[in-house]
């Protein structure tokens, strides 16, 4: 299943428009509260450019060689507004599977555009409770909103102007999702950085004595509990 969240996001009292989407395995959201800042959806890499053109598909994949190779590739030339043909729902998801992150630069959805394109990647999962006991989109409760933007004496959105630490969405669920689509409706100039991290590479990358001490051991995250 697909986490899908929009983040509105303010800064010394101004919105700025919309610019990226991102869709990844796991994700901090690296806001500080000591200037309010969140949920922008990007961080900066470094390297050269490589342009490809995606299997089978009529868009075009950008990754910058550097300390992120292999994690992160940008989409060009394709519309998340617009419905996604056969060819394109296979080409993206074959890309995903490779990176992992997935960038779409420049489009601003509206929430029905927003949960149709996050259904390309599979059925929706409904968003954890948050501190409100209520959904924030009472027309979309399949949406999560995460935002630090406060009106009529209202927060719009869950978490505000703090951090999130190094996470994975839901994983108090027997299933958790296994991707979430996070789309940016407002960002700072600056700050507020997203980072993701390649778990599977990680895990891969332990010493082989760790990797048979934790052979077969589980952990419990209960979701009553945080």
Known sequence: DICAERCPDIRDGKRVPPRVGVVGPAWRDHAAAKNGEHARMTSAFAGAVIRTRAPQGSFLLERLLGSDEGLRVEVRGFDPSEPVNDTD???????????????????????????????????????????????????????????????????????????????????????????????????????GDTYFANMIEAYESLPDDLKQRIEGRVAIHDGAHN
């Open 89 to 191: 729902h296979k080409a993206l998801h074959t890309a995903w599977r490779e990176h992992l992150v997935l960038v779409v630069r420049g489009h601003a959805l509206t929430d029905k555009q927003l949960i149709a394109f996050s259904e390309v990647f599979g059925e929706l999962d409904p968003p954890g409770p948050n501190p409100y006991g209520a959904p924030f989109l009472e027309e979309h409760p399949e949406l999560n909103v995460i935002s630090n933007v406060v009106e009529d004496g209202k927060h719009i959105g869950g978490l505000g102007a703090g951090e999130a630490v190094w996470q994975a969405d839901m994983t108090y669920q027997d299933l958790p999702p296994k991707a979430g689509v996070l789309h940016a409706l407002e960002l700072p100039d600056s700050g």
